[in-house]
């Protein structure tokens, strides 16, 4: 099957999903705590929030705090909550000028409820932004949104909604948190590991996958468009055959 003309020419992502990884190791290499990493980390996530907005992303998604990070020490998760806060207080007004809107998604009623407040209000205020849709993963695991997403489709089907014969690709879609979102078309991961970590485990079936060895807080403006341009190169088939000319 030949791919459209449309999908040929589509090479500027529209979705980039990251793992923010490295923090910790980036912040024990500078003989600072962990948290300081995170901190660094944050003024990296300015920096890729203004980038990709500008060379116009529609959708950057970020692994913000894993539903497994909820495992780490209590004052490693009260300084990643701190930080989420402090951000939020301090950049949505910004979010808001440069005409980002805010979504969240992940099992968000295991915040603390001042989290969660926050992140609502950040969220309304930038609610009427017709730019990029900055997207947090937060308490976010890509098991748990399936789990959820498929329990919500039981519901409807008891309910007689529809009937199993029903559920297909586009039922499962729409009953994720990332519901309405475009799937990313690639997904980078820092701080040299090669996993996926649970995240996005649907939504990531086609992306184009980058592993870099940088560690978050390094994670550059320049690197990011070097994965976009190699992105740009990159042949996406979508489980197809592309047909090229014979000689
Ligand atoms: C992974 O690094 C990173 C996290 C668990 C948290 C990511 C959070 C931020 C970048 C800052 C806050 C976010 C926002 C949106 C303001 P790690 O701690 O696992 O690093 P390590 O593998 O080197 O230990």
Redesign the pocket.
């Known amino acids: 099957m030949n791919m459209s003309e449309t999908e040929k020419n589509v090479k500027s992502p529209r979705h980039i999903a990251i ?10 290499q500078h003989g600072h705590l ?1 948290v300081k ?3 660094v ?2 003024e ?3 920096r890729m929030v203004s980038v990709c907005a500008e060379i116009g992303v529609e959708v950057l998604t ?5 539903s497994e ?1 909820w495992q ?1 020490p209590a004052l ?1 998760v009260a300084a ?1 909550m701190r ?2 806060r ?3 207080r301090r ?1 949505s007004k910004r979010l808001k000028k440069e005409n980002i809107r805010l979504r969240a998604i992940g099992r968000l009623e295991r915040l603390d409820p001042a989290v969660r407040k926050d992140l609502e209000k950040a969220c309304a205020q930038t609610a009427s932004g017709t730019g990029m849709i900055l997207n ?1 993963a ?1 308490s976010y695991g890509g098991r748990d949104e399936l789990c959820d997403a498929t329990a919500a489709i039981c519901r409807e089907v008891q309910s007689g909604k529809y009937s199993c014969d029903e559920i297909d690709d586009k039922l499962m879609t729409a009953h994720l948190d990332t519901a309405g979102l475009p799937d990313p078309d690639i997904m980078i991961r820092t ?1 040299g ?1 090669y996993r996926i970590s649970n995240f996005l485990l649907w939504q990531l079936a086609y992306a184009e996958l980058y592993f870099s060895d940088t ?3 390094d994670f550059s403006k320049e690197e990011l468009l070097r994965i976009i341009n190699d992105f740009q190169q990159r042949e996406r088939r979508f489980g197809r055959v592309v047909e090229r000319g014979r000689p």
Do not use: K, Q
């Open positions: 793992i923010m990884d490295g923090n910790g190791r980036w912040a024990e962990r990493g995170h901190e980390g944050a990296t996530v300015d970020l692994y913000a705090f894993s990070n780490r490693e990643l930080l989420l402090h951000y939020l950049e947090l937060i701080g590991e560690l978050w807080p």
